[in-house]
């Protein structure tokens, strides 16, 4: 079941496109990654599904309803992290939390208080006190304690510590196993690579690649090194390989996931010894598409 759909959106200020046809749907239940640079068109997507912008065309919808004329309804659904947390500086961060929860509707102290003690915060102290990762703890724990169908997060870990990011990422698989959707915008790639079923890259306001890592992983080269019994001739006319270090009958190289099997066949007629192979990350896949500003599209 579509949770969430957005269909060719575009948004323009004046006459810069900030988003050029953009079009991703989210299922029931899954974790969906949403990755790109600063100014590739993350935030002011998300600010579009939430109602805050209006679209210069396009269609988006929340649980079947239209983001901008029902975001009132959409918002009882949803919970939302911005990247960028602004807290009133008078009040505790306990009060804001509770404020937010009862704007929400819910009421599970017991939940708050779990996470409160997970996140390892002083509800306490006021909010000008406080640094960028304890403002950032103030709006997770607002938006995890509410029972909501679709968390949408805008780099949620941000300002956060190792620790921190690792009780958040285990916050993100138990919404999962209860069903949950998430959409999970970060810059973190480990972290998407670790949470998300699937994962969408957007570069200058455009989707480039949309799907699982095992789907996206076709698009790179693996990492080969092999080991040999005896001197590998003949390696120039093979196809598919790239990059091509030898040391002691040792050989580093890429290859191609579609001459991988050709490539292997031919090394071990020469005997393998040894085999290690890497598969792409995330941040090879990110790095693939936004190395020197463009699309590689040899690969």
Request: aromatic content about 8%.
């Amino acid at each position: 079941m579509s949770v969430l759909k957005v269909e060719n959106l575009t948004k323009k200020f004046g006459k810069f496109t900030a988003l050029d046809n953009v079009s991703l749907e989210l299922q029931e239940g899954e974790v969906f990654g949403f990755i790109g640079p600063n100014g590739a068109g993350k935030t002011t997507t998300i600010r579009s599904i939430l109602g805050i912008l209006k679209a210069t065309s396009g269609k988006i919808t929340v649980f079947g309803k239209d983001s901008w004329k029902d975001a009132v309804e959409i918002h009882k659904r949803l919970a939302f992290v911005p990247g960028d947390v602004s807290l009133w500086p008078n009040l505790t961060g306990g009060e804001i939390i509770d404020l937010f929860i009862k704007l929400n509707g819910s009421n599970n102290k017991s939940k708050k208080e779990e996470l409160i003690k997970l996140f390892d915060l002083d509800p306490s102290k006021k909010c000008r006190t406080y640094s960028k990762g304890n403002r950032q703890k103030v709006a997770l724990i607002a938006a995890l304690s509410v029972d909501a169908d679709l968390y949408i997060l805008d780099e949620p870990t941000s300002g956060l510590d190792p620790l921190m990011e690792k009780i958040f990422q285990e916050c993100i698989r138990n919404l999962k196993s209860e069903g949950k959707t998430i959409f999970l915008s970060s810059h973190i790639l480990s972290e998407v690579e670790q949470l998300c079923d699937r994962v969408c890259i957007i570069r200058k306001g455009k989707i480039i690649e949309t799907g699982s890592l095992k789907e996206l992983r076709h698009l790179m080269r693996n990492q080969i090194t092999i080991e040999t019994k005896s001197t590998v001739s003949d390696l120039e006319n093979l196809k598919g390989l790239y990059g091509l270090t030898v040391r002691d009958n040792t050989y580093n190289f890429q290859a191609d996931a579609d001459k991988l099997i050709s490539i292997i066949n031919h090394f071990n007629s020469y005997g393998i010894v040894n085999l290690e192979s890497m598969p792409p990350t995330l941040e090879d896949l990110f790095m693939h598409h936004y190395s020197n500003g463009e699309v590689n599209s040899n690969v």
